[in-house]
């Protein structure tokens, strides 16, 4: 940085000490001199903008505000890349692990591969959460997850994320809550209410349906569409922030033609009967509308998009596999899960469709998660879930996700999220 200067004072004193051009030569020397120096400092200084505010602890602890807050990033297009630095933020030993997903602990192969792919959007940089700065700024406030196992599945990543800023972290199954965690040092509550329909539904056997047994019917599972399931409908009050889902169950192989989902409404049965299609329209419409309606403004609710399956070659209960080691490529996808050419596991496109239309005009907000993970057949535990049996018994588990792995960028996106709307005051 210096050579410049030095050059120029030694052909200087070599040079008539009179000459106007000398000076002008020194000048010209000091000018590149002081433009050399400063220079490499405001390149360095020069930090592409970030749409959101948000960074990990690895990049800064200050938070920056978004570029523009009235149009957040949008972190559901995008690629995945390898990036050799990337390690998981918890192993094996947190305490909040479920058995079958801890994928670590049951030896799942490439385990390592796994955590190296880095979701990357397309127009802006997704921060890791850094699990402090997030607790601190959540301070006093509860987070409540309503829906199936992939909601589970999620909030275990979450909780030991979240962990990480605090030792102290206690499970949580107070208010009805499935499971959940209890973060003392801020006074933080993630919880979760097990409701796989979100509506009511209970089981009733065909001789107390007064039904006849014919082609097999051992009984019905009756879904009130317009009732609320109790397992969460009396505790979302408690929660600053919602997640729900449902969507996974919606299929005859939770619910055969034996023992099939009846559909009521008010009281009494929908006639013509309701296929799962439109029932799961009907039920939609009616627990989107009870949540508008009972949940304030100022709950900020999110709604989350299907997690695909990647079973291939049969259903989980029909030797359905996932022994896969690499993601899927993009021109793969379709094959995989357009319902126009039939793909294997086309249910996740449904439903969102039906989802989307469902939400449409709501202050809730869609985490589309389902784009980014079509990719990722090879993240799911499959064979390696803990138990010396399961497989045989349950099947190669092809729709759960192992962790630490994928939720654990589910949960930078909605940490991003929040934040974005706790600092910006938008719901």
């Given at each position: 940085?210096?050579f410049?200067?030095f050059?120029?004072v030694?052909?200087?004193m ?6 106007l051009?000398?000076w002008?030569i020194l000048?010209a020397c000091?000018?590149?001199?002081f433009y ?12 592409p903008?970030?749409p959101l505010?948000f960074f ?6 200050t938070p920056?505000?978004?570029?523009n807050?009235s149009?957040?990033c949008?972190?559901f297009k ?10 998981p ?8 692990h479920r058995?079958a ?9 490439n385990m390592?591969?796994?955590?190296s792919?880095?979701?990357?959007p ?10 402090f ?5 959540m301070?006093?406030?509860?987070i409540g997850?309503v829906?199936d196992s992939l ?21 949580w199954?107070k208010k009805?809550?499935?499971r959940?965690?209890?973060f003392?040092?801020f006074?933080?509550?993630?919880g979760?209410h097990?409701a796989?329909?979100l509506?009511k539904?209970e ?7 007064n ?8 009984g019905?599972?009756?879904?009130d569409?317009d009732v609320?399931?109790a ?5 979302t009050?408690?929660?600053?922030i919602?997640?729900f889902?449902?969507?996974h169950?919606?299929g005859?192989?939770?619910f ?6 009846v559909?009521?409404q008010?009281g009494?049965p929908?006639l ?8 799961l ?13 009972s949940?304030?403004?100022?709950t900020?609710?999110f709604w989350r998009m299907?997690?695909?399956r990647h079973?291939?070659g049969g259903?989980?209960n029909?030797n359905?596999?996932c022994m896969?080691s ?6 793969e996808?379709?094959s995989?899960?357009d ?12 439903v969102n469709h039906?989802i989307?239309?469902a ?7 869609l985490l589309?998660?389902t784009?980014?993970s079509?990719f990722?057949?090879d993240a799911?535990?499959a064979?390696w ?5 399961a ?10 996700w192992c ?8 949960v930078d996106?909605?940490s ?6 706790l600092?910006?005051g938008?719901?």
């Amino acid at each position: 940085m210096h050579f410049q200067w030095f050059a120029c004072v030694r052909w200087e004193m070599k040079a008539p000490k009179q000459s106007l051009f000398v000076w002008l030569i020194l000048l010209a020397c000091l000018l590149i001199f002081f433009y050399s120096s400063i220079l490499p400092l405001y390149l360095v200084s020069e930090v592409p903008p970030q749409p959101l505010s948000f960074f990990s602890k690895e990049n800064q602890k200050t938070p920056t505000k978004p570029i523009n807050q009235s149009i957040p990033c949008n972190y559901f297009k995008g690629r995945w890349v390898v990036d050799p630095k990337s390690r998981p933020l918890y192993d094996e030993d947190c305490p909040f692990h479920r058995n079958a997903w801890n994928c670590f602990q049951n030896k799942r192969e490439n385990m390592e591969k796994i955590n190296s792919w880095r979701w990357v959007p397309e127009n802006c940089l997704l921060p890791r959460i850094n699990p402090f700065e997030f607790l601190q700024s959540m301070k006093d406030k509860s987070i409540g997850f309503v829906g199936d196992s992939l909601n589970e599945n999620f909030l275990v990543s979450f909780l030991c994320i979240l962990r990480l800023a605090d030792n102290g972290a206690k499970k949580w199954k107070k208010k009805g809550a499935w499971r959940g965690g209890y973060f003392p040092k801020f006074n933080v509550t993630v919880g979760y209410h097990r409701a796989v329909l979100l509506a009511k539904y209970e089981w009733q056997p065909e001789k107390d349906a007064n039904l006849s047994n014919k082609d097999g019917l051992k009984g019905i599972y009756r879904v009130d569409v317009d009732v609320p399931a109790a397992d969460w409908v009396a505790a979302t009050n408690f929660y600053d922030i919602l997640v729900f889902n449902t969507g996974h169950w919606w299929g005859v192989d939770k619910f055969p033609s034996e023992t099939p989902l009846v559909f009521y409404q008010g009281g009494r049965p929908i006639l013509p009967p309701l296929g799962l299609h439109d029932g799961l329209k009907v039920v939609l419409k009616n627990m989107i509308s009870h949540i508008q309606k009972s949940e304030p403004n100022q709950t900020l609710k999110f709604w989350r998009m299907q997690s695909p399956r990647h079973f291939y070659g049969g259903e989980w209960n029909q030797n359905g596999s996932c022994m896969f080691s690499d993601p899927l490529e993009k021109n793969e996808l379709d094959s995989w899960f357009d319902p126009l050419v039939d793909g294997v596991n086309k249910e996740a496109r449904q439903v969102n469709h039906l989802i989307m239309d469902a939400l449409r005009g709501t202050d809730i907000q869609l985490l589309d998660i389902t784009h980014m993970s079509e990719f990722r057949a090879d993240a799911h535990p499959a064979i390696w879930l803990g138990k010396k049996d399961a497989v045989a018994i349950w099947g190669q588990d092809c729709m759960h996700w192992c962790l630490p792995g994928l939720p654990d960028i589910w949960v930078d996106i909605l940490s991003s999220l929040i934040l974005y709307h706790l600092e910006s005051g938008r719901r």
